[in-house]
């Protein structure tokens, strides 16, 4: 796969949402929340600052995040589902 997210962009893969609850029945697809959990695959550069200087990310390929429920923005690329989003939209790193 080849995406390469601009500036202070990054490219999630959310996990699954569990199948199963904690005392044990199934969760139907229809009743699944949205997940809010992801590995980033890809980040862009980082975001420019006024004066023009780089700001770094603070996120990495391979960290796994917690983000918005609504955040991003949902593409598919090569059959995979993506989401998109600034690394403002990322809540925490686990």
Same mark, same amino acid.
Request: proline letters at 4%.
């Given at each position: =796969?080849?995406?390469?997210?601009?500036?202070?962009?990054?490219?999630?893969?959310?996990?699954?949402?569990?199948?199963? %609850?904690?005392?044990?029945?199934?969760?139907?697809?229809?009743?699944?929340?949205?997940?809010?959990?992801? /590995?980033?695959?890809?980040?862009?550069?980082?975001?420019?600052?006024?004066?023009? %200087?780089?700001? /770094?990310? $603070?996120?990495?390929?391979?960290?796994?995040?917690?983000?918005?429920?609504?955040?991003? %923005? $949902?593409? %598919?690329?090569?059959?995979?589902?993506?989401?998109? =989003?600034?690394?403002?939209?990322?809540?925490?790193?686990?």
């Amino acid at each position: =796969m080849s995406i390469k997210p601009l500036a202070d962009r990054v490219v999630v893969q959310a996990l699954e949402a569990a199948e199963k %609850t904690a005392g044990g029945l199934y969760i139907p697809d229809n009743a699944k929340e949205k997940p809010q959990k992801g /590995k980033i695959i890809a980040a862009g550069p980082g975001k420019a600052s006024d004066a023009g %200087t780089l700001i /770094k990310m $603070e996120v990495k390929v391979g960290d796994t995040v917690l983000y918005g429920k609504y955040s991003g %923005t $949902e593409v %598919t690329v090569d059959g995979k589902d993506l989401l998109i =989003m600034r690394e403002s939209d990322i809540l925490a790193v686990i």
